[in-house]
């Protein structure tokens, strides 16, 4: 039998503890060709897109999250979520083959909820990242109010540290702050972040961050002396 890219897997919902199924996109089918200064991967086919699967959503009550949250659910979390999802839930199915606003209809069912459930504020920033993507070539409103929530929550999460233990380094928190600071016009925050970035590259363990931030910076350098010319 050939194999096509995507595929169901069964998960369990831990808010109602019923089984439904997600779609994933089989390793061998991604082919990025090229990233974005801001990390996001192109690929060869922009159908085949893990983004576009990286949030599960619970058919029966509407539950949506990703790998990165976690099974705790704060002092009356789950009341919370089931009055404000649960209970309005239409059953909408996320199973199957997704365009761009399925994903961002999944993206930000899973935000709101990780808001309720105060998730890591690395995790919510995640999300706002990728939902970002998302907007990237459509609205670029959105995708610029997105970019300003991540950088609030990847700041915040800097400075509580709480990234720590994931394979999430500091250099690469620091170099999206510095990024997505440069994208939104905020030039005096990049210029910041990048220069922690570099001031720590003798002892930083994430050379590829580094090496990214001093190109980055240097480009953005170059390109600020031609605008004054």
Known sequence: MELTPLYQKNMTCSLCNHSFK???????????KEHSTDLMPIYEDASLNPNLYHVHVCLDCGYSFTDDFVPY?????????????????????????????DAIKA???????AVMKREKSITLAG??????????GQDAEQEQRFQRLAVEAYKE??????????????????YLIAELSLRLGEDDEATRHFSKIIERQHS???????????????MFREERTLKRS
């Open 22 to 32: 997600t779609t994933k996109i089989r390793g061998r089918f991604v082919r990025a």
């Open 107 to 113: 993206y930000k069912l899973a935000i709101y909820i």
């Open 157 to 174: 999460a800097y400075s509580k540290e709480d990234y720590q233990g994931s394979q999430i380094t500091t250099e690469r928190v620091l």
């Open 204 to 218: 930083s363990t994430d050379r590829k961050m580094v090496h990214m931030a001093k190109e980055r910076w240097q």
């Open 73 to 101: 659910f704060p002092p009356g979390g789950k009341e919370e979520i089931e009055e404000k999802i649960s209970k309005h839930w239409q059953h909408l199915d996320f199973s199957g083959e997704r365009s761009i606003d």
């Open 127 to 136: 999300l706002y990242l990728r939902l970002s993507w998302l907007f990237r």
